[in-house]
């Protein structure tokens, strides 16, 4: 079964991916959701569609499938499924990020989504 890699990055300055965490966020804390909309520029039906996330990425994220219920998979069995994706069909897959009360900055955050999908 194909699967595909997708790093998601925090750059300060907000050049690349999620904004910047302001002093703010980082004294008192912060949750905040980003939907990513993705398209299915294949030739194909994109079934068995399932996501999950690195175990050694996996910090401050958690995903889901309807902005309601989310995880933290960092197994290939315990990845989120999604419906059916049609040729050029979106679908949306939402990334909380936590940022705990009185953390301190790293310079780069790193999160590595994984999917799987038979087609």
């Known amino acids: 079964m194909p699967y595909s890699n997708i790093g998601i990055t925090e750059i300060y300055n907000n050049i690349i991916a999620l904004p910047d965490v302001t002093a703010e966020e980082a004294l008192n804390g912060d949750v905040t959701v980003y939907p990513v909309t993705i398209r299915n520029d294949n ?5 068995q569609l399932a996501a999950w996330m690195d175990t050694s990425t996996a910090i401050w994220i958690q995903i889901s499938s309807d902005d309601i219920s989310y995880s933290a998979p960092v197994a290939k069995a315990d990845a989120i499924s999604f ?12 990334l909380k990020r936590t940022i705990p009360a009185n953390t301190l900055f790293a310079p780069r955050i790193r999160t590595n989504i994984r999917f799987k999908w038979a087609g």
């Not at 030739?43 to 079934?47: A, D, F, M, Q, R």
């Open 83 to 94: 419906a059916d994706i049609g040729v050029d069909d979106t679908f949306t897959i939402y």
């Open 43 to 47: 030739t194909i039906v994109l079934s």
